[in-house]
Nanobody
């Protein structure tokens, strides 16, 4: 079972940037896609982006495309989410997740496609 730990959240003003990290350990051999989701209070968990573990195949939600960048460092078993031009509506708890699937397009935008989740990190964007 993959163990995931997020870090890097915090409070930032609108227009600012943050970089989230997700360190993976344990059964990473079963991981083929890593994803980021977020959940704001009173809302459902929302897909943000994902990337293949082995090569740079990525997919973004329309709400973050052009502002957020997902990347990976396989040597460190870490996935990153660089968030630029942050908006108050980006405020949420951000979760990373691992999937056994090779995801293309939006086929892994559903949380059910993911096998393991981190504990989440809070991102708050002030206006």
């Amino acid at each position: 079972q993959v163990h995931l730990v997020e870090s890097g959240g915090g409070l930032v003003q609108a227009g600012g940037s943050l970089r989230l990290s997700c360190a993976a350990s344990g059964g990473t051999f079963s991981t083929n896609t890593m994803g980021w989701f977020r959940q704001a209070p009173g809302k459902e968990r929302e897909f943000v982006a994902n990337v293949w573990w082995s090569i740079d195949i990525m997919y973004y939600s329309d709400s973050v495309k052009g502002r957020f960048t997902i990347s990976r460092d396989s040597t460190k078993n870490t996935v990153y989410l660089q968030m630029n031009s942050l908006k108050p509506e980006d405020t949420a708890v951000y979760y990373c997740a691992s999937s056994r699937y090779y995801c293309t397009g939006n086929e892994c935008s559903a949380a059910a496609k993911y096998d393991a989740w981190g504990q989440g990190t809070q991102v708050t964007v002030s206006s």
